[in-house]
């Protein structure tokens, strides 16, 4: 019996912890703003696309850097595919100027995308 | 002189009840060190936008309550590397201050709108903090200036 268990158990972590790294690989570590009024974020059954903005102003999709035109495409796209509002969360560094966040915020709204939110830290648990 | 068998086997017996048990325990801790969660919790702003004022060439249709009252426009520029608030033209001189002006605001009307426009070079760290700022004093519509044609 006891080899069993030692399998069934070493299975059960392996499994365990490689569905913990594969939800940790969809989230790009950023410093991100700190705010205090963060809501903590609802899993919506609706259709949620991610923009990830780094500090060098790259606009990253999942794991591709695309432009603001390529961006509006893909929004396009899946608006019209998810044929409801969608919801588009993002993701930027603390340090990167409005000049590389505006041109998302425009994109979503020709786009008719109204549900935008930002990922925030909170101010007490923000890493320095 | 031989150690009688019996006090042998048990003292095997013991050790190798203990094995797997201890095998389990390692597993566990190293389960559970790993997955205790190094990342820090996110969490969210719901963010609303409007078309930034002059760059705009067809406007989105405000809500009608909004068209009530005028909206407070925050713009944030930097100035010597450190940012600087102007509300309603007015500057202010932390964001303490742009805090305390807007808690004022939203103790008479809290339906107010408050604009933030912030100038490009601004990052955005400085941006969301106006933003906090404004739905921490109560103010229930903010929305954000973007310019409708990227630069």
Known sequence: MTPMIDIVFLLIIFFLVSSHLAKQESLLPLPLPSADSGDTPQNSLGTRITVNVTAG????????????????????????????????????????SYRHVSPVLAACARTGIWNITFSVFRSTEAPR | MRIPSHFSNRSDGHDSKMTPMIDVVFLLLVFFV???????????????????????????????????????????????????????????????????????????????PVIVDPHEDVPLGHVIDVYDAARLVGCSKVQFAAPEKPS
Not at chain 1, 67 to 94: F, N, P
């Open chain 1, 57 to 96: 102003g790259e606009l990253r999709l999942g794991s591709n850097v695309v432009g603001v035109d390529e961006l509006e495409r893909r929004l396009k796209h899946e608006t019209t595919r998810a044929g409801q509002d969608i919801e588009v969360r993002l993701r930027t560094d603390r340090s990167v």
């Open chain 2, 34 to 112: 790993w997955t205790a969660s190094f990342q820090e919790i996110e969490y969210v702003l719901p963010a609303e936008l409007t078309p930034s004022a002059g760059t705009t060439s067809e406007p989105v249709n405000p809500a009608p309550e909004q068209q009530d009252f005028d909206p407070v426009v925050i713009i944030v520029q930097m100035r010597n590397g450190q940012p600087s608030w102007l509300v309603n033209d007015a500057p202010a001189s932390s964001i303490e201050r742009v805090r305390q002006t807007l808690a004022t605001v939203a103790q008479l009307q809290q339906e107010i």
